[in-house]
């Protein structure tokens, strides 16, 4: 299981020798593929070569290429990720509603849950109670809207009633380098095992080429939310820097509970598709595993 991520904030080469990816800069580091989990282009002047763009992506490693700004823009993945790439997505086309809004239930009650235990971790509120009387009144494809609910007075708990998504403040930033970072582990994760991201259980939107990973994700997002408020950002975009960066990044680092047992990120996301395409795919009424950190 690969484990290490690799991050790239000068200008650099980037080649394949044996293997290994080679970073050529004032020095020459070598690093082997099987090793990497996720390589981070931050530099806009990185030099990648062909040889090199191709091994990543037979190896499934993440790769996120930033912008001048340093936000994720663009990511790298094989245009078949499975051998049986066509049965899978007969299979996902055939999904049931009914399939897909159980789905749908469980992992809004699951967000709904960790954002709770995270409030109640750190927060000293009463209104917490109303994430935790949300929990029990999702309904099937979240009918009612359970989720936004919570999210209105998750967000507001955490960091404050003046606070909100569309501010640009560094909390943002960070909160959306995070959530990117995260759909695009996802959707490498999906189309390695055949499906197509674009086509989701709740999200729809005919724009975005990721419905599915934005579905996936949202167990996740709890994870970002606590590096974030632990980060305690204040002052402007500009004094947003590559230190918070490195450490919105450890969420790789972090431990997640699935089937009982402690993976890292990325093996738990593993887990948790294949019990979700498995659920999705075949005649099955229990509920797939879900993370817990």
């Known amino acids: 299981m690969s484990w290490r991520t690799i991050v790239i904030t000068k200008e650099a080469k980037l080649s394949l020798r044996l293997n290994h990816l080679v970073v050529k800069h004032e020095n020459v580091i070598k690093v082997p593929l099987s090793e990497i989990a996720a390589l981070i282009l931050e530099n806009p002047n990185v030099s990648i070569s062909g040889h090199m763009l191709n091994a990543l992506a037979k190896q499934h490693i993440l790769t996120i290429l930033c912008d001048e700004q340093h936000n994720p823009s663009v990511f790298i993945q094989s245009t078949f990720g499975h051998h049986r790439q066509p049965r899978k997505i007969k299979e996902q086309f055939s999904w049931t509603d009914r399939k897909k809004g159980l789905a749908w239930q469980n992992i809004v009650r699951q967000k709904i849950t960790l954002q709770y235990s995270l409030i109640n971790h750190y ?54 380098y995070g959530y990117s970072i995260l759909c695009s582990s996802l959707t490498r994760l999906i189309v390695s095992k055949g499906y197509l991201s674009e086509i989701g259980i709740h999200h729809i939107n005919e724009f975005n080429l990721y419905n599915l990973a934005s579905d996936l994700m949202e167990v996740y997002r709890p994870l970002i939310d606590r590096i974030v408020y632990e980060m305690n950002l204040e002052g402007t975009l500009s004094e947003f820097n590559k230190h918070h960066r490195r450490v919105i990044l450890s969420m790789f680092d972090k431990k997640v509970k699935i089937n009982e047992k402690v993976y890292t990120l990325n093996h738990s996301m593993q887990l948790y598709l294949d019990g979700f395409f498995d659920f999705m795919s075949k005649d099955k009424t229990t509920e797939f595993c879900l993370p817990i950190y």
Request: proline share 2%; net charge neutral; glycine share 8%.
């Open 123 to 176: 927060i000293h509120d009463e209104r917490k109670h109303l994430l935790k009387g949300y929990i029990d009144q999702v309904q099937l494809h979240d009918g009612t809207n359970r989720e936004g609910h919570a999210a209105k007075v998750y967000f507001n708990l955490l960091f404050g009633h003046q606070f909100t998504r569309d501010k640009e403040i560094p909390i943002n930033w960070a909160l959306n």
